[in-house]
């Protein structure tokens, strides 16, 4: 079975600090995982994929296989990246599984 | 994103009646899904489909049917066996490479 375990619910930072969401993965294969944002009030879209290796809006995620983590990474946390943040992993015959969200607030 | 309409955008039945919520994509997208998504539990897949005709149960597909006759639509029916429907549920369409979402249709059943 493919899981993906995000074990934050809520995170705050203060402006400018570094921010970590934390996301690890249940997977027998190779994965393909991605970062999902959702802004107040907007959809939810992509921010980034490992596969593209992409830094999106000051973020980036590496993927450790060892560890079976994807974790998002920002040096400096900015007032507009409060939302909720999930973690993806396609598994397979292209289904999609989300992990339950970390709602992310950064205080100015 | 724009390619993916739901509609509508809140919908309110009562107990026992069956409801259908509407996905429509012009993206030319062959997968498209259904996900309900509550608070603390994030995004669980009820239902997916690769292509016209042919849909797969997800996770939570006990109370919910499908039907795909047209690529670019994907109705689901939220059957009054599903013991708690009130939710937000989200559509998605891919062309293979990641999920694009629709903006939600948020079901009250009272």
């Known amino acids: 079975a493919q899981r993906v375990t995000q074990p934050e619910k809520l995170l705050s930072v203060f402006k400018g600090a570094p921010v970590e969401l934390k996301c690890n993965y249940s997977?027998?294969?190779?994965?393909?995982l991605f970062w999902y944002v959702q802004y107040s009030r907007q959809r939810l879209q992509l921010l980034l994929r490992?596969?593209s290796r992409e830094s999106i809006k000051g973020f980036t995620a590496d993927l450790n296989k060892g560890e079976t983590s994807f974790h998002l990474k920002k040096p400096f946390a900015q007032e507009e990246d409060s939302a909720m943040y999930y973690c993806?992993?396609?598994?397979?015959?292209?289904?999609?599984?989300f992990g339950t969200g970390t709602s992310l607030t950064v205080i100015p | 994103d724009g390619g993916i309409t739901q509609s509508p955008k809140y919908l309110f039945r009562k107990e026992g009646q069956n409801v259908t919520l509407s996905c429509e994509q012009n993206?030319?997208?062959?997968?498209m899904y259904w996900y309900r998504q509550d608070p603390g539990q994030g995004l669980r897949l009820i239902y997916y489909?690769?292509?016209?005709?042919?849909?797969q149960k997800g996770d939570i597909a006990e109370g919910y049917s499908v039907s795909r006759e047209k690529k670019e639509s994907f109705p689901l029916t939220v059957t009054s066996a599903q013991k708690n429907p009130t939710a937000f549920y989200l559509c998605?369409?891919?062309?293979?490479?990641?999920?694009?979402f629709g903006p939600g249709t948020r079901l009250t059943v009272t």
């Open positions: 489909s690769q292509i016209v005709n042919d849909f």
């Open positions: 998605a369409s891919s062309p293979g490479t990641q999920p694009y």
């Open positions: 997977y027998s294969g190779s994965p393909e």
């Open positions: 993206l030319n997208h062959d997968a």
């Open positions: 490992h596969i």
């Open positions: 993806a992993l396609e598994g397979g015959g292209n289904q999609f599984y």
